[in-house]
């Protein structure tokens, strides 16, 4: 049942402004999301990320501004737009009490579709799930549970699918198991728009990254495009290519809070 797909790009935002009273999150943001493409929107915790995507997903209002998602304003079309969506946030939206492959079953039933226990075990084989589908979805680990919820989102193959934190919370090892699951998607050419706090995930999975700061995109291209923002180091001996993390802490300046202790710095050299 999903909506006819439209020419032109997946998502288009254009001036989105937004306030709740007086604080100010979005002061006139704008983006295109490529179809079939992977986009990060990254920014630091409170940045906006969840407001925007809780726009687009016809959620919340905009103060200004319009956006579209699949060729469809969200403002005034917006049943058209929920058809041609999917949200998967860091809070999961399965039963516990049922096994992955009930859980998958159900959605597929509530959404009428034909042969659910194909559909279900198709997902759970793609998600790599096969083994464990008929335990109980409490027994998952957080990696399984969060594969098993972006499964879940995609039963009626939505054009566009977006991902709000998806790994938040989540221990390295599930957090890869998560990025092989939205390549899996991009692969099938699922537009992906993905928020997250954590550069490496940008680094690793997005076409193209765009940086959230203040309540504007500060910075917007691919991973070697965002690398040019920075002057190339010419004493060095040895060619050493900025990771994201630097390229973001140089475009935003010093005036951001975020402790970034822990992370790690590479050498592509
Ligand atoms: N319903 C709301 N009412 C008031 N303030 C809100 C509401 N939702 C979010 N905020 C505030 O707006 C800012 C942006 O929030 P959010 O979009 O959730 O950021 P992010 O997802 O990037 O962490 C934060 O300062 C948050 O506290
Ligand atoms: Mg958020």
Do not use: C
């Not at 759970?124 to 972006?150: C, K, W």
């Not at 550069?199 to 997005?206: D, F, N, Q, S, T």
Request: no cysteine; charged share 25%.
């Amino acid at each position: 049942m999903t909506a006819q797909s439209i020419a032109g790009p997946a998502i288009r935002v254009q001036g989105l402004v937004k306030s709740y009273g007086k604080l100010e999150v979005l002061r006139g943001v704008d983006f295109d999301v490529a179809r079939g493409s992977i986009f990060a929107l990254l920014g630091s915790n409170g940045a906006g990320k969840t407001t925007i995507v809780r726009i687009l997903a016809t959620l919340l209002k905009a103060d200004a501004g319009t956006a579209g998602v699949n060729g469809f304003d969200v403002a005034t079309q917006p049943a058209n737009v929920r058809e041609s969506i999917s949200l998967t946030g860091q809070f999961a939206a399965v039963d516990e009490i049922l096994s992955g492959r009930e859980n998958l079953v159900l959605v597929a039933k509530l959404r009428h579709l034909k042969d659910p226990g194909a559909i279900a075990d198709d997902l759970l084989r793609r998600f790599s799930l096969t083994d464990a589908a008929t335990r109980r979805a409490s027994t998952y680990s957080g990696g399984m549970r969060r594969r098993l919820d972006i499964a879940m989102s995609l039963i009626g193959n939505p054009p566009v699918i977006f991902l709000d934190e998806p790994t938040a919370g989540l221990d390295p090892e599930a957090r890869i198991e998560v990025w092989q699951t939205v390549k899996e998607l991009a692969s099938h050419g699922t537009t992906v728009l993905l928020t997250t706090q954590y550069l490496g995930e940008a680094e690793h999975l997005a076409d193209r990254i765009a940086i959230l700061h203040q309540g504007r995109i500060i910075a917007n291209g691919t991973l070697d495009e965002l690398k040019q923002l920075l002057p190339p180091a010419t004493v060095e001996y040895v060619e050493k290519q900025p990771t994201l993390e630097e390229i973001f802490l140089a475009i935003i300046g010093d005036d951001d809070p975020r402790d970034t202790a822990g992370t790690t710095t590479r050498n592509r050299g």
